[in-house]
């Protein structure tokens, strides 16, 4: 018996496949950390398509391994993007300049006064975040 490309049966070589996926699923935990679970998602990617390329030359039997752990580094990188967007956009809008300048208010207070009212800053921005919906 031997494999599509004419070489005789080895033992499947399923670890990228099986790294994809474990490296996938802790993106999203990692991206916390955001850059972390980004370096996760694009690792998961990669080391998915080289599980495909296995499966393709008949070297690895953990297709769907690689396959879902693709899916889920592309997922990780996708939500990463949303993420920073998300920040972007409530960061430079009107609403995360109040937390800037109230925030730049605090500078001349001692060190726990101010973080104190850093965290007062904070809390108004939550609370106008709930009240806009």
Do not use: I, K
């Not at 599980?51 to 008949?58: A, D, E, I, S």
């Not at 007062?120 to 709930?130: K, M, S």
């Amino acid at each position: 018996m031997t494999t599509p490309a004419g070489r005789p049966p080895t033992a499947a070589r399923n670890g990228f496949g099986t790294a994809a996926l474990v490296v996938g699923a802790f993106a999203f935990p990692l991206l916390v950390l955001l850059g972390p679970g980004l370096l996760a998602g694009v690792a998961a990617v990669v080391l998915g398509l080289l599980g495909l390329r296995r499966v393709r030359h008949g070297e690895a039997t953990n297709r769907r391994a690689a396959v879902g752990g693709v899916a889920l580094g592309v997922v990780a990188v996708l939500l990463f993007a949303a993420l920073q967007a998300y920040g972007a956009y409530y960061t430079r809008g009107p609403a995360g300049q109040r937390y800037v300048d109230c925030a730049q208010a605090t500078r001349e207070l001692a060190r726990d006064a101010r973080a104190q009212a850093v965290r007062v800053c904070a809390d108004r921005l939550a609370d106008e975040r709930r009240t806009s919906g």
